[in-house]
T-cell receptor, first 117, second 106 residues
Framework: GAVVSQHPSRVICKSGTSVKIECRSL??????MFWYRQFPKQSLMLMAT?????????EQGVEKDKFLINHASLTLSTLTVTSAHPEDSSFYIC?????????????FGDGTRLSIL | KNEVEQSPQNLTAQEGEFITINCSYS?????LHWLQQHPGGGIVSLFM???GKKKHGRLIATINIQEKHSSLHITASHPRDSAVYIC????????FGKGTRLHILP
């Protein structure tokens, strides 16, 4: 089946650091990629949707200047948490889909657990 | 009221038992997903369905569009089935339920 690789799986860093998370589709071209955040015992919440070659669409309440998303190729999207603070500590997970229309399922990465000290 | 409601929130059962997890939603949808999240956090997509019933191994998913309800069944449950099972609705933008934490005892 389709595989999405997310890296790193865990990050621990000091407050003020910027952290980059990569999401790669390994065996299909990901036209659309999604970034989610999950706080403990909460649902996954969509942060932003990115289509290859265009700017990401951010959900309400998500700061685009803080969470920079780049989807420069059909196999790679990155999320950069800029100047991270303890409240940004969370589980971040990406998903990828091979079409824009929504007829194909999303394939999820294994997630990145971010801990800001 | 959440747009996607799952029940039960937690379920503990003995190995071999037949498991049912329910999902009700209040929005119009084009697709419903069942996902499995392992303790480490990784998510596996189990089913994407828009009508009827799908089966994969010991897993069965059904959906009733008129009643806005879906069920996930696990037959002959095994400890390795222990995970959080998440119902999600939507095609392009997905709305997730809070999940059902399943623990199968050996």
């Amino acid at each position: 089946g389709a595989v999405v690789s997310q890296h790193p799986s865990r990050v621990i860093c000091k407050s003020g650091t910027s952290v980059k998370i990569e999401c790669r589709s390994l065996d299909f071209q990901a036209t659309t990629m999604f970034w989610y955040r999950q706080f403990p015992k909460q649902s996954l919440m969509l942060m932003a949707t990115s289509n290859e070659g265009s700017k990401a669409t951010y959900e309400q309440g998500v700061e685009k200047d803080k969470f920079l998303i780049n989807h420069a190729s059909l196999t790679l999207s990155t999320l950069t948490v800029t100047s991270a603070h303890p409240e940004d500590s969370s589980f971040y997970i990406c998903s990828a889909r091979g079409d824009r229309g929504g007829n194909q399922p999303q394939h999820f990465g294994d997630g990145t657990r971010l801990s800001i000290l | 009221k959440n747009e996607v409601e799952q029940s039960p929130q937690n379920l503990t059962a003995q190995e071999g038992e037949f498991i049912t997890i329910n999902c009700s939603y209040s929005v119009g949808i084009s697709a419903l997903h069942w996902l499995q999240q392992h303790p480490g956090g990784g998510i596996v997509s189990l089913f994407m369905l828009s009508s009827g019933k799908k089966k994969h191994g010991r897993l069965i998913a059904t959906i009733n569009i008129q009643e806005k309800h879906s069920s996930l069944h696990i037959t002959a449950s095994h400890p390795r089935d222990s995970a959080v099972y998440i119902c999600a609705v939507g095609a392009h933008k997905i709305i997730f339920g809070k999940g059902t934490r399943l623990h199968i005892l050996p």
